[in-house]
């Protein structure tokens, strides 16, 4: 491969990243949109529809997530919005569905995020990449949304199973808070390494 031919493939991959408006995207955004519509549901009582439009969040974000990988629309901004979908939703879901001394689990979740989204950036300006989540926040994130589904279909829970379900939640979150942790720093410790051996 020439020198030319490489600066074009570069940019073309650049390109194929950089990419915002596209359907997975697009279906990230709606879920965002979603989130105000299920919570006026459910605070007005209408709990069947607050349901349904959990199911077509989750949904659409199964959908975008296939759609991305299977159409070659993966894009590193559709990799940091994806997941702010999510946590918005669940954080937006749990504050409606828990009683206020649960809250916590809120605080912990923002925890979590706020550490892992500064790790990503330092990762980010060190390797350029931006890296999908592992299978320890994807079982974190169906754990929350079954938990939600629940708690909605039985909104006269008693307290035992909300501070169960809290401390389960809260269980997983330190969990793939901790893999998330232990991955992003062995990753700035191969690329400090590889700079390193470069230099020299």
């Not at 689990?105 to 989204?117: L, N, Q, R, Y």
């Not at 169906?142 to 909605?152: A, N, P």
Request: aromatic share 14%; charged share 20%; net charge negative.
């Amino acid at each position: 491969m020439t020198e030319e031919e490489r600066k074009q493939l570069e940019v073309a991959q650049s390109a194929d990243t950089d990419r915002i408006f596209t359907l997975p995207n697009i279906l990230s955004f709606f879920r965002l949109a979603l989130i105000p519509i299920i919570v006026y549901c459910y605070e007005r009582g209408y709990y069947g529809w607050a349901v349904g439009n959990l199911i077509l969040s989750g949904a659409t974000d199964v959908i975008d997530g296939w759609i991305a990988r299977t159409f070659h629309l993966v894009s590193d901004f559709g990799k940091a919005l994806d997941p702010i979908a999510d946590k918005l939703t669940q954080a937006a879901l749990l504050l409606c569905l828990l009683p206020v001394k649960l809250w916590w689990v809120v605080g912990v979740m923002a925890f979590k995020e706020i550490s892992i989204g500064i790790l990503t950036y330092l990762t980010l300006k060190r390797t350029h990449k931006i890296y999908s989540a592992g299978w320890y926040g994807k079982l974190c994130t169906v754990v929350i949304y079954l938990s939600m589904f629940v708690l909605m279909l039985w909104h006269e829970a008693p307290l035992w199973f909300e501070i169960a379900d809290v401390i389960l939640i809260s269980a997983l979150i330190l969990l793939s808070f901790a893999k998330y942790f232990a991955y992003f720093t062995r990753i700035l410790r191969e690329a400090e390494a590889s700079d390193t051996r470069e230099a020299t």
